[in-house]
């Protein structure tokens, strides 16, 4: 089951020019003190803005299925924030699509470990759902506590870099496993997050720079036999890692299930 699982979210990559991306977005990840953050909770393409995804699309109902799980970890101390979540309606250039916004209170020193797990969203072009299971990290102060943390997820990225602490021109690297277990010569689909995201607004802003041609819109890469992969970062700014079907579950509402792990890692210039 797992290389058909693989075989789907290949396939789904290729039914569209440009990758899904479940999102987990704050304006900043490595903050100088402590403070409450804004977070936007989006499904859509990060680079191209080419469509937004309804969060929790199912094929059997009219209702979207809720967020099954959305934490924050902070010194192994793990909080449940589902209550924080907001339904929204967020603004592609296309289209609109149900989203969520929340709030958190990052006040403690430290590393803020999020992990956002939508329910499945229905894709029906390939008639197949995509799970994916979301990390990002906030740093308060500069103290690392959290942030190569594994959490033994059905689908997840180790990160051996931190994501919120590295320079343009540099490298993230990761690991990606499920269960624990690492996910030898994973695909991983790699997309800059090319817009500004208006949190006022819930919506998209202009595009940063332009592809030359499709493959640059979602980068292909894939790990090794033990799972690890390093990527080089040639811009400021967020950047997702996505595993296709990393994950252990492969089936959902009898449909062929794509259960990804997806991270978020931001970029500086040096000045």
């Known amino acids: 089951?797992?290389?058909?699982?693989?075989?789907?979210a290949l396939t789904l990559m290729a039914g569209s020019?440009?990758?899904?991306?479940?999102?987990?977005?704050t304006p900043e990840s490595a903050l100088e003190k402590g403070n409450t953050i804004e977070l936007c909770h989006v499904f859509t393409h990060p680079f191209a803005?080419?469509?937004?995804?309804?969060?929790?699309?199912?094929?059997?109902?009219?209702?979207?299925a809720p967020v099954e799980a959305f934490y924050v970890i902070s010194k192994e101390q793990k909080t449940d924030l589902l209550d924080s979540l907001k339904p929204i309606t967020f603004k592609g250039h296309h289209n609109s699509g149900s989203a969520y916004k929340s709030t958190y209170k990052a006040r403690r020193?430290?590393?803020?470990?999020?992990?956002?797990?939508?329910a499945p969203y229905f894709e029906a072009n390939e008639d197949a759902y995509i799970q994916q299971i979301t990390k990002m990290i906030v740093n308060v102060a500069g103290a690392p506590t959290d942030w190569d943390k594994e959490?033994?997820?059905?689908?997840?990225?180790?990160?051996?870099?931190?994501?919120?602490?590295?320079?343009?021109g540099s490298t993230f690297s990761g690991i990606v496993k499920s269960n624990g277990e690492p996910v030898p010569f994973a695909e991983i689909e790699v997309e800059y997050l090319n817009h500004d995201v208006d949190l006022a607004t819930n919506a998209m802003g202009p595009a940063y720079v332009g592809a030359p041609q499709d493959s640059f819109v979602t980068i292909g890469i894939k790990a090794d036999q033990d799972g690890k992969f390093t990527f080089g970062i040639p811009?400021?700014?967020?950047?997702?890692?996505?595993a296709l079907g990393a994950g252990s579950d492969?089936?959902?509402?009898?449909?062929?299930?794509?259960?990804d792990a997806v991270i978020w890692v931001q970029a500086k210039d040096m000045k």
């Open 1 to 8: 089951m797992k290389k058909l699982t693989i075989a789907l």
């Open 17 to 25: 020019a440009f990758a899904h991306f479940q999102m987990v977005y």
């Open 49 to 64: 803005d080419e469509h937004t995804m309804d969060m929790g699309l199912q094929h059997d109902s009219k209702e979207l």
């Open 109 to 118: 020193m430290g590393d803020h470990l999020f992990v956002m797990q939508p």
């Open 151 to 168: 959490l033994g997820l059905k689908a997840e990225i180790v990160p051996l870099t931190k994501p919120y602490a590295i320079w343009t």
């Open 235 to 242: 811009k400021a700014g967020w950047w997702g890692f996505a």
């Open 250 to 259: 492969t089936e959902y509402k009898g449909k062929e299930l794509s259960q």
